[in-house]
Protein backbone atom coordinates (compact mmCIF):
# COMPACT_ATOMS: atom_id res chain seq x y z
CA UNK A 1 0.00 0.00 0.00
CA UNK A 2 1.35 3.26 -0.73
CA UNK A 3 2.85 5.52 1.82
CA UNK A 4 1.95 8.74 0.46
CA UNK A 5 -1.31 7.43 -0.41
CA UNK A 6 -2.13 7.19 3.55
CA UNK A 7 -0.30 10.29 4.92
CA UNK A 8 -2.64 12.14 1.91
CA UNK A 9 -5.64 10.25 3.65
CA UNK A 10 -4.43 11.42 6.79
CA UNK A 11 -4.12 14.92 5.97
CA UNK A 12 -8.09 14.99 4.17
CA UNK A 13 -9.20 13.47 7.03
CA UNK A 14 -7.89 16.26 9.35
CA UNK A 15 -9.03 19.16 7.24
CA UNK A 16 -11.98 18.10 5.14
CA UNK A 17 -11.39 19.76 2.71
CA UNK A 18 -9.98 18.78 -0.82
CA UNK A 19 -8.56 21.94 -1.80
CA UNK A 20 -7.05 23.02 1.97
CA UNK A 21 -5.26 19.33 2.01
CA UNK A 22 -3.88 20.23 -1.00
CA UNK A 23 -2.12 22.92 -0.22
CA UNK A 24 -1.34 22.14 3.10
CA UNK A 25 0.53 18.70 1.13
CA UNK A 26 2.12 21.14 -1.66
CA UNK A 27 0.45 19.19 -4.44
CA UNK A 28 -2.65 19.39 -6.93
CA UNK A 29 -6.00 19.00 -5.66
CA UNK A 30 -6.81 16.77 -8.59
CA UNK A 31 -3.75 14.39 -7.68
CA UNK A 32 -5.08 14.22 -3.94
CA UNK A 33 -8.51 13.38 -5.70
CA UNK A 34 -6.43 10.76 -7.93
CA UNK A 35 -4.72 9.38 -5.05
CA UNK A 36 -8.04 8.86 -2.72
CA UNK A 37 -9.27 7.32 -5.55
CA UNK A 38 -6.30 4.71 -5.64
CA UNK A 39 -6.88 4.00 -2.13
CA UNK A 40 -10.11 3.27 -1.80
CA UNK A 41 -10.05 1.27 -5.21
CA UNK A 42 -7.17 -0.90 -3.57
CA UNK A 43 -9.35 -1.87 -0.15
CA UNK A 44 -12.21 -2.97 -2.78
CA UNK A 45 -14.03 -0.24 -3.60
CA UNK A 46 -14.82 1.12 -0.25
CA UNK A 47 -15.68 5.07 -0.23
CA UNK A 48 -13.50 6.30 2.48
CA UNK A 49 -15.32 9.97 2.22
CA UNK A 50 -18.49 11.67 1.68
CA UNK A 51 -19.49 15.05 0.10
CA UNK A 52 -20.76 18.07 2.61
CA UNK A 53 -21.69 20.92 0.78
CA UNK A 54 -17.71 22.17 -0.31
CA UNK A 55 -16.07 19.90 2.45
CA UNK A 56 -16.03 15.63 2.81
CA UNK A 57 -16.17 14.02 6.01
CA UNK A 58 -14.91 10.57 6.50
CA UNK A 59 -17.66 7.05 6.03
CA UNK A 60 -18.03 5.19 8.83
CA UNK A 61 -15.57 2.92 7.10
CA UNK A 62 -13.22 5.75 6.64
CA UNK A 63 -13.37 6.80 10.76
CA UNK A 64 -12.29 3.27 11.58
CA UNK A 65 -9.52 3.09 8.93
CA UNK A 66 -8.56 6.26 10.04
CA UNK A 67 -7.61 4.97 13.63
CA UNK A 68 -5.17 2.55 11.66
CA UNK A 69 -3.63 4.83 9.27
CA UNK A 70 -2.59 7.42 12.00
CA UNK A 71 -1.36 4.65 14.52
CA UNK A 72 0.29 3.09 11.69
CA UNK A 73 1.92 6.48 10.75
CA UNK A 74 3.07 7.77 13.86
CA UNK A 75 4.94 4.60 14.40
CA UNK A 76 6.32 5.08 10.72
CA UNK A 77 7.51 8.50 11.96
CA UNK A 78 8.74 7.61 15.00
CA UNK A 79 10.89 4.80 13.29
CA UNK A 80 12.48 7.13 10.81
CA UNK A 81 13.55 10.02 13.86
CA UNK A 82 15.04 6.79 15.52
CA UNK A 83 17.04 5.96 12.41
CA UNK A 84 18.03 9.34 11.38
CA UNK A 85 19.28 10.03 15.35
CA UNK A 86 20.94 6.44 15.25
CA UNK A 87 23.02 7.90 12.04
CA UNK A 88 23.78 10.83 13.89
CA UNK A 89 25.26 8.81 17.55
CA UNK A 90 25.40 5.40 16.77
CA UNK A 91 28.99 3.48 17.05
CA UNK A 92 30.86 3.05 13.93
CA UNK A 93 32.88 -0.25 13.98
CA UNK A 94 35.84 -0.11 11.87
CA UNK A 95 37.00 -3.98 11.62
CA UNK A 96 40.59 -4.27 10.34
CA UNK A 97 42.48 -7.32 10.38
CA UNK A 98 46.32 -7.52 10.78
CA UNK A 99 49.13 -9.93 10.02
CA UNK A 100 51.10 -9.93 13.18
CA UNK A 101 53.86 -7.11 13.42
CA UNK A 102 52.21 -4.66 11.60
CA UNK A 103 49.78 -3.02 14.74
CA UNK A 104 52.31 -1.47 16.09
CA UNK A 105 53.92 2.14 15.39
CA UNK A 106 51.69 3.93 12.08
CA UNK A 107 48.70 2.06 12.16
CA UNK A 108 48.88 2.14 15.95
CA UNK A 109 49.11 5.64 15.85
CA UNK A 110 46.32 6.12 12.98
CA UNK A 111 44.12 4.07 15.41
CA UNK A 112 44.37 6.56 18.37
CA UNK A 113 43.98 9.63 15.96
CA UNK A 114 41.04 8.32 14.36
CA UNK A 115 39.44 7.90 17.54
CA UNK A 116 40.49 10.86 19.50
CA UNK A 117 39.02 12.88 16.23
CA UNK A 118 35.76 10.80 16.28
CA UNK A 119 34.39 9.46 18.87
CA UNK A 120 31.37 7.31 17.34
CA UNK A 121 34.62 5.52 15.88
CA UNK A 122 35.14 1.34 17.58
CA UNK A 123 37.85 -0.82 16.20
CA UNK A 124 37.48 -4.48 15.99
CA UNK A 125 40.78 -6.00 15.29
CA UNK A 126 41.89 -9.46 13.86
CA UNK A 127 45.77 -10.78 14.05
CA UNK A 128 46.14 -13.57 12.18
CA UNK A 129 47.99 -14.93 8.54
CA UNK A 130 47.66 -13.26 5.76
CA UNK A 131 45.44 -16.39 4.37
CA UNK A 132 42.72 -16.34 6.90
CA UNK A 133 42.69 -12.68 6.81
CA UNK A 134 42.05 -12.88 3.29
CA UNK A 135 39.11 -15.35 3.77
CA UNK A 136 37.35 -12.84 6.33
CA UNK A 137 37.43 -9.76 3.60
CA UNK A 138 35.75 -12.37 1.06
CA UNK A 139 33.00 -13.19 3.66
CA UNK A 140 32.43 -9.75 4.37
CA UNK A 141 33.72 -10.11 8.36
CA UNK A 142 36.59 -7.92 8.02
CA UNK A 143 36.18 -4.01 6.00
CA UNK A 144 39.95 -4.20 5.91
CA UNK A 145 43.20 -5.97 6.10
CA UNK A 146 47.51 -4.88 6.20
CA UNK A 147 48.69 -7.96 4.30
CA UNK A 148 52.30 -9.49 3.51
CA UNK A 149 51.53 -11.33 0.58
CA UNK A 150 48.88 -10.86 -2.32
CA UNK A 151 46.65 -13.60 -5.11
CA UNK A 152 45.17 -13.47 -7.85
CA UNK A 153 41.33 -13.60 -6.59
CA UNK A 154 39.72 -11.28 -8.83
CA UNK A 155 37.28 -10.69 -5.98
CA UNK A 156 39.77 -9.34 -3.99
CA UNK A 157 41.49 -5.38 -4.75
CA UNK A 158 45.02 -4.64 -3.16
CA UNK A 159 47.06 -1.85 -2.75
CA UNK A 160 50.71 -1.84 -2.04
CA UNK A 161 51.83 -0.06 1.39
CA UNK A 162 55.65 0.07 1.27
CA UNK A 163 57.47 -2.44 3.01
CA UNK A 164 59.13 -3.56 5.95
CA UNK A 165 62.31 -4.89 7.23
CA UNK A 166 63.49 -7.39 9.68
CA UNK A 167 65.81 -8.50 12.60
CA UNK A 168 66.26 -11.94 13.73
CA UNK A 169 65.38 -12.44 17.47
CA UNK A 170 67.88 -14.35 19.72
CA UNK A 171 68.50 -15.48 22.94
CA UNK A 172 71.58 -13.20 24.19
CA UNK A 173 74.00 -16.32 24.77
CA UNK A 174 73.53 -17.40 21.47
CA UNK A 175 76.74 -17.38 18.82
CA UNK A 176 74.89 -14.92 16.67
CA UNK A 177 73.84 -12.71 19.11
CA UNK A 178 76.53 -9.84 18.89
CA UNK A 179 76.89 -9.86 14.95
CA UNK A 180 75.97 -6.87 13.49
CA UNK A 181 73.52 -8.03 10.93
CA UNK A 182 72.85 -11.78 9.93
CA UNK A 183 71.45 -13.24 6.35
CA UNK A 184 69.34 -15.34 5.46
CA UNK A 185 71.85 -17.98 4.80
CA UNK A 186 73.64 -17.56 8.20
CA UNK A 187 70.04 -18.38 9.97
CA UNK A 188 68.54 -21.32 7.50
CA UNK A 189 69.83 -23.92 9.57
CA UNK A 190 69.23 -22.97 13.18
CA UNK A 191 66.36 -24.04 15.15
CA UNK A 192 63.36 -21.68 14.31
CA UNK A 193 60.33 -20.28 15.82
CA UNK A 194 57.92 -19.30 13.19
CA UNK A 195 55.37 -16.69 13.36
CA UNK A 196 52.43 -15.79 11.09
CA UNK A 197 52.40 -18.92 9.17
CA UNK A 198 52.70 -17.28 5.87
CA UNK A 199 56.60 -16.90 6.71
CA UNK A 200 57.23 -20.38 6.96
CA UNK A 201 56.85 -20.78 3.33
CA UNK A 202 59.77 -17.40 2.61
CA UNK A 203 62.37 -19.51 4.19
CA UNK A 204 62.91 -21.14 0.83
CA UNK A 205 63.54 -18.21 -0.85
CA UNK A 206 65.95 -17.35 1.87
CA UNK A 207 68.37 -20.02 1.43
CA UNK A 208 69.40 -21.94 -1.88
CA UNK A 209 67.40 -24.96 0.15
CA UNK A 210 64.09 -25.38 1.61
CA UNK A 211 63.97 -24.83 5.29
CA UNK A 212 63.94 -28.66 6.71
CA UNK A 213 61.31 -29.03 8.38
CA UNK A 214 62.85 -30.12 11.60
CA UNK A 215 64.46 -26.71 11.98
CA UNK A 216 60.79 -25.50 12.59
CA UNK A 217 60.23 -25.86 16.37
CA UNK A 218 57.17 -23.73 16.88
CA UNK A 219 54.91 -22.23 14.92
CA UNK A 220 52.45 -19.12 16.73
CA UNK A 221 50.06 -16.62 14.77
CA UNK A 222 51.85 -13.52 16.42
CA UNK A 223 55.40 -12.05 17.13
CA UNK A 224 54.72 -11.38 20.58
CA UNK A 225 54.33 -15.36 21.30
CA UNK A 226 57.13 -16.01 18.81
CA UNK A 227 59.50 -14.07 20.92
CA UNK A 228 58.31 -15.14 24.18
CA UNK A 229 59.57 -18.66 22.74
CA UNK A 230 62.79 -17.28 21.88
CA UNK A 231 63.59 -16.22 24.96
CA UNK A 232 62.84 -19.77 26.49
CA UNK A 233 65.51 -21.21 24.48
CA UNK A 234 62.97 -22.98 21.91
CA UNK A 235 64.76 -21.13 19.00
CA UNK A 236 65.58 -18.29 16.75
CA UNK A 237 62.77 -15.91 14.97
CA UNK A 238 62.70 -13.35 12.37
CA UNK A 239 60.42 -10.60 13.36
CA UNK A 240 59.20 -7.45 11.49
CA UNK A 241 61.24 -4.46 12.74
CA UNK A 242 58.30 -2.78 14.94
CA UNK A 243 58.35 -5.90 16.66
CA UNK A 244 62.05 -5.57 17.91
CA UNK A 245 61.67 -4.14 21.35
CA UNK A 246 63.49 -5.09 24.01
CA UNK A 247 63.29 -8.08 26.47
CA UNK A 248 64.83 -9.34 28.56
CA UNK A 249 67.33 -12.18 27.49
CA UNK A 250 66.81 -11.07 23.97
CA UNK A 251 68.60 -9.66 21.21
CA UNK A 252 67.59 -8.47 18.11
CA UNK A 253 70.19 -8.61 14.82
CA UNK A 254 69.51 -6.71 11.36
CA UNK A 255 68.58 -9.33 8.69
CA UNK A 256 70.31 -7.72 5.69
CA UNK A 257 68.90 -7.91 2.60
CA UNK A 258 65.31 -9.11 3.27
CA UNK A 259 62.17 -6.72 2.85
CA UNK A 260 58.59 -7.75 2.75
CA UNK A 261 56.02 -5.99 0.58
CA UNK A 262 52.87 -4.84 2.90
CA UNK A 263 49.48 -4.38 0.91
CA UNK A 264 46.28 -2.93 1.85
CA UNK A 265 43.35 -5.45 0.80
CA UNK A 266 39.55 -4.98 0.76
CA UNK A 267 36.48 -6.95 -1.07
CA UNK A 268 36.70 -5.61 -4.89
CA UNK A 269 33.71 -2.72 -5.41
CA UNK A 270 32.66 -3.27 -1.44
CA UNK A 271 30.98 0.24 -0.37
CA UNK A 272 32.18 1.23 3.30
CA UNK A 273 30.70 4.18 5.21
CA UNK A 274 32.77 7.56 4.95
CA UNK A 275 34.52 7.15 8.56
CA UNK A 276 35.29 3.67 7.67
CA UNK A 277 36.53 4.19 3.80
CA UNK A 278 38.46 8.02 5.43
CA UNK A 279 40.46 5.61 7.48
CA UNK A 280 41.75 3.27 4.87
CA UNK A 281 42.45 6.18 3.30
CA UNK A 282 44.70 7.85 5.74
CA UNK A 283 46.27 4.58 6.63
CA UNK A 284 47.40 4.10 2.97
CA UNK A 285 48.22 7.68 2.62
CA UNK A 286 49.97 8.02 5.92
CA UNK A 287 52.10 4.48 5.45
CA UNK A 288 53.11 5.75 2.04
CA UNK A 289 54.47 8.89 2.72
CA UNK A 290 56.43 7.42 5.76
CA UNK A 291 57.91 4.96 3.31
CA UNK A 292 59.19 7.56 0.55
CA UNK A 293 60.79 9.66 3.65
Avoid at 40 to 46: A, D, H, K, P, S
Avoid at 280 to 286: G, S
Wanted: glycine share 6%.
Amino acid sequence: MNYNYLRYFSVLAQVEHYTLAAARLGISQPSLSSAIHHLETELGGIRLFEKVGRNVRLTEEGRFFRETVDAALRDLNSASMTLRESKISAPVVIRLGLVSGTLGGIVAEEIANSVKNNPRLRFQLTESSAEELMDLVRQEKLDMAILDTTNRDRSLHFRKLGQRDFSVALPENHPLANSPFLTPQQIAQEPQVVFNYDMENTFGQWASGTLPEENVRCTVNTAGSAMDLVSAGVGICVVPNDCAEEKEGLRFVPLRNWHQALYMCMLYDKWLEPPVWDFLETVVKVIRSAQSV
